[in-house]
């Protein structure tokens, strides 16, 4: 079982930038999607970027939400023990509890389906205008 611990939230002002963390443990190389969600109190949370990642495949098939492309990118390390977030150009409406998450999958174009099993302890992002 995967196990993700995120680090590198914090508070920034309107148009600053912040790069999350999240270390995974126990990863064995099977098909994998990693994921960041977010979520504020009295809403669902949101998938914000997920990627693919396998034995051959590092990083692959990036995917984000409408509301953070060209903003956000979703990167993993080569040796597969980090998954980052990058998060520039930042808004009051990217204020919320940031999570990464895992969820053993065959191929890549099902990282959009909903299920992740593994989940971090969230970091928390403030956005101030």
């Known amino acids: 079982q995967v196990q993700l611990v995120e680090s590198g939230g914090g508070s920034v002002q309107a148009g600053g930038s912040l790069r999350l963390s999240c270390a995974v443990y126990?990863?064995?190389?099977?098909?994998?999607?990693l994921g960041w969600f977010r979520q504020v109190p009295g809403k669902e949370r949101e998938k914000v970027a997920s990627?693919?990642?396998?034995?051959?495949?590092?990083?692959?098939?990036?995917d984000y939400a409408d509301s953070v492309k060209g903003r956000f990118a979703i990167s993993q390390d080569n040796a597969k023990t980090t998954l980052y977030l990058q998060m520039n150009s930042l808004k009051p409406e990217d204020t919320a509890m940031y999570y990464c998450?895992?969820?053993?999958?065959?191929?890549?174009?099902?990282?959009?389906?909903?299920?992740?099993?593994?989940w971090g302890q969230g970091t928390q992002v403030t956005v101030s205008s």
């Open positions: 998450a895992a969820a053993y999958r065959p191929t890549s174009s099902m990282c959009a389906v909903p299920g992740y099993k593994a």
């Open positions: 126990g990863y064995t190389g099977s098909g994998t999607c």
């Open positions: 990627i693919y990642t396998d034995f051959s495949t590092t990083g692959g098939s990036p």
